[in-house]
């Protein structure tokens, strides 16, 4: 019964919230975090965030490696621009490279139909604006019915589930956190392909703490540094 009144008070706050989410990080200039496979430090995902009146503007950087016996197994890089207006989504662009693959996503949104366009490496096409670019650090993620692959523009329906209010502890801080977990509405879907990912965000803030799933090992995104 406890835990049905939490789902319930959570949702209805989340409701109450829903115009309001790229407000909530008004303060924040910079987010870094350390990217971990089987518990070894591996890379960074970084957001810069630049407001120039109405605007705003995230640029984001991700780069990672494996190696073994000092050797590269797998390299990844990603820098992406995401756009907003009067905190509206306007528009998105990436280019990723995979492991020497090249993958890319371009995204506008029709100024007559507010439908969003988009021009990537897996899907093109027009979608509904009511849904999200998958870069997890706008918690208005947890409401939306499918996000928008940030590498290749692939649509990603998703189920998200509320597991509970949890501590968490990075370094020496502790966080009060939301738990979530992001899996595909699309059983059919190869493994590879399948959303199944946990992620934190704090309870008062919304700030995005960590993020965890297991494919190919265990990895987790841990929130390093706030500017």
Not at 82 to 87: A, D, I, M, R, T
Not at 107 to 113: F, G, H, K, V
Not at 131 to 135: A, D, E, K, M, N
């Given at each position: 019964?406890?835990?049905?009144?939490?789902?319930i008070?959570?949702i209805?706050f989340?409701s109450?919230?829903?115009?309001?989410?790229?407000?909530h990080y008004?303060?924040y200039?910079?987010?870094e975090?350390?990217?971990f496979?089987?518990?070894k430090?591996i890379?960074f995902?970084?957001?810069?965030?630049?407001?120039?009146?109405?605007n705003?503007?995230?640029n984001n950087e991700v780069?990672f490696?494996?190696?073994?016996?000092g050797?590269?197994?797998y390299k990844?890089?990603?820098?992406?621009v995401?756009?907003?207006?009067?905190?509206v989504?306007?528009?998105?662009?990436?280019?990723t490279?995979?492991n020497k693959?090249e993958?890319?996503v371009n995204?506008?949104?029709?100024?007559?139909?507010k439908n969003?366009i988009?021009?990537?490496?897996?899907?093109?096409?027009?979608?509904?604006?009511d849904?999200?670019?998958?870069?997890w650090?706008?918690?208005?993620i947890?409401q939306?019915?499918?996000?928008?692959s940030?590498?290749?523009?692939r649509?990603?329906e998703?189920?998200v589930k509320?597991?509970?209010?949890?501590?968490?502890?990075i370094?020496d801080?502790v966080y009060?956190t939301l738990?979530?977990?992001?899996s595909?509405?699309?059983?059919?879907l190869?493994?590879?392909k399948?959303?199944?990912?946990?992620?934190w965000?704090?309870?008062?803030?919304?700030l995005?703490?960590k993020a965890?799933?297991d494919k190919t090992?265990?990895?987790?995104?841990?929130?390093?540094?706030?500017?």
């Open positions: 019964m406890k835990k049905y009144l939490l789902s008070t959570l209805f989340l109450l919230e829903i115009n309001a989410h790229v407000e008004s303060k200039n910079y987010l975090y350390e990217l496979r089987n518990n430090s890379g995902h970084k957001y810069n965030f630049y407001r120039n009146k109405d705003l503007t995230i780069s490696k494996i190696t073994k016996l050797v590269d197994l990844y890089y990603a820098k992406g995401e756009k907003y207006k009067n905190g989504f306007v528009g998105f662009n990436s280019e490279n995979q693959k993958k890319y995204i506008t949104l029709d100024s007559i139909n969003l988009i021009d990537g490496s897996s899907f093109k096409g027009k979608v509904d604006n849904l999200i670019i998958g870069t650090w706008n918690h208005e947890v939306k019915k499918a996000q928008i940030a590498v290749s523009g649509i990603i998703q189920n509320f597991i509970g209010k949890e501590d968490v502890k370094g801080k009060k738990r979530f977990n992001f595909s509405s699309d059983t059919s190869s493994k590879d399948k959303l199944n990912t946990d992620i965000y704090e309870e008062n803030t919304f995005w703490i965890a799933f090992g265990y990895w987790e995104y841990r929130l390093k540094k706030v500017k």
